[in-house]
T-cell receptor, first 110, second 114 residues
Framework: NAGVTQTPKFQVLKTGQSMTLQCAQD?????MSWYRQDPGMGLRLIHY???????DQGEVPNGYNVSRSTTEDFPLRLLSAAPSQTSVYFC?????????FGPGTRLTVT | DAKTTQPPSMDCAEGRAANLPCNHS???????VYWYRQIHSQGPQYIIH???NNETNEMASLIITEDRKSSTLILPHATLRDTAVYYC???????????????FGQGTILTVHP
């Protein structure tokens, strides 16, 4: 049972490039979400999904797209990277009460 | 979800109990108190949650006041590995439109000293 996995661990992008952050969970959880964490700040919710085919926006959705074609996977797409998107990105899946977080992807946009 | 207030930082000696307070004076009757922690740059880790009764698990104890307006997370024998940012979060339990959403504040930086 790997829990929540994220790839890549580190990524450097140039402004305007696009990329996809991968997230997968093997706990058969319906609910998954993406957060970003800027230095010295708490986590902020970007997008979430309550099941395959269903996604919704969180607190800071601009510049990001998500889709949920399977229960296991919840990729986050950066459409046109900007320096303001330099952050650490965490994916999470939720059981009935607790959430399980992945190890994070550290993204730098230059 | 109700807003929480936590002290920005606390210190604790190794082996002693760490008592982390949280104020949530606007909590509603169906909202739970959750605690997560984040060690260095890792993903947050669930610790414990409760509704109105005190709770204990292998990691910690949660004491919720009778009026539910505040709570205390207790790490009974703190170790150096407990040095982390601790987040107190209030939210609805499973189900409802806020299912799964966690609103993170600044948390409390707990430093455990040798």
């Amino acid at each position: 049972n790997a829990g929540v996995t994220q790839t890549p661990k580190f990524q450097v992008l140039k402004t305007g490039q696009s990329m996809t952050l991968q997230c997968a969970q093997d706990m058969n959880h319906e609910y998954m979400s993406w957060y970003r964490q800027d230095p010295g700040m708490g986590l902020r919710l970007i997008h979430y999904s309550v099941g395959a085919g269903i996604t919704d926006q969180g607190e800071v959705p601009n510049g990001y797209n998500v889709s949920r074609s399977t229960t296991e996977d919840f990729p986050l797409r950066l459409l046109s990277a900007a320096p303001s998107q330099t952050s650490v990105y965490f994916c999470a899946s939720a059981g009935r009460y607790e959430q399980y977080f992945g190890p994070g992807t550290r993204l730098t946009v230059t | 979800d109700a807003k929480t207030t936590q002290p920005p930082s606390m210190d604790c000696a190794e082996g002693r109990a760490a008592n982390l307070p949280c104020n949530h004076s606007t909590i509603s009757g169906n909202e739970y108190v959750y605690w997560y922690r984040q060690i260095h740059s890792q993903g947050p880790q669930y610790i414990i949650h409760g509704l109105k009764n005190n709770e204990t698990n292998e990691m910690a104890s949660l004491i919720i006041t009778e009026d539910r307006k505040s709570s205390t997370l207790i790490l009974p024998h703190a170790t150096l590995r407990d040095t982390a940012v601790y987040y107190c979060i209030v939210r609805l339990g499973a189900g409802g439109t806020s299912y799964g959403k966690l609103t993170f504040g600044q948390g409390t930086i707990l430093t455990v000293h040798p």
